[in-house]
């Protein structure tokens, strides 16, 4: 039985230029907010105090913007980075041009900006990547601009899975046809 494992992408699989759309959407909660805003130790009314938010230019309270980040950037891991990251290198450009809501959905999406191999780390690759959130109309609320140390493919120290039948202890090149080794 052909088995496949998910994972992110290799350094090779990157292509410049492509956009990646993470589905499903998430549709946050008052719940939402309020746990990571609490978690996170930000005391700012306008995540927490309905009766001050609703004095405030919104009206209401707005939706934490480092969750929206986080979220954004989240939502892409299974789909580019899950098992094929070395580190997370940085942001830049982040921002946050429309308010997220309670009830409303997010949607995100990435487009590779860049790649080159590292000149420093034989067998891993700097990726840039631009992350877009998006509300279920289509308005974007989170731009980011992330750096990733990724893994080449031929190089990578991805473990067997764990969970994975036992083989009878068959080496990398597999086993014939007959089973035996």
């Not at 105090?49 to 980040?69: H, I, Y």
Request: charged share 20%.
């Amino acid at each position: 039985m052909r088995e496949i494992e998910q994972r992110g992408l290799y350094y090779e699989e990157f292509e410049p230029e492509t956009r990646y759309l993470h589905r499903p959407g998430r549709t946050v909660t008052e719940a939402d907010n309020v746990l990571f805003t609490t978690l996170t130790m930000n005391t700012q009314a306008l995540h927490l105090d309905a009766a001050w938010s609703a004095r405030q230019p919104f009206g209401e309270r707005l939706v934490n913007s480092m969750f929206t980040l986080a979220t954004i950037v989240g939502a892409s891991v299974t789909q580019l980075t899950q098992g094929t990251i070395v580190a997370n290198l940085g942001f830049s450009e982040v921002s946050f041009p429309h308010p997220l809501h309670h009830g409303d959905t997010l949607y995100s999406e990435t487009v590779v900006l860049a790649k080159r191999l590292s000149a420093s780390r034989p067998g891993q690759g700097i990726v840039t990547l631009e992350h877009t959130g998006r509300n279920q109309d289509g308005v974007v609320v989170a731009t980011a601009t992330r750096q990733v140390m990724v893994w080449c493919r031929d190089v990578s120290p991805a473990a067997a899975d764990p969970g994975a039948p036992d083989t009878g202890g068959a080496d990398a090149a597999g086993s014939d046809a007959d089973g035996i080794l």
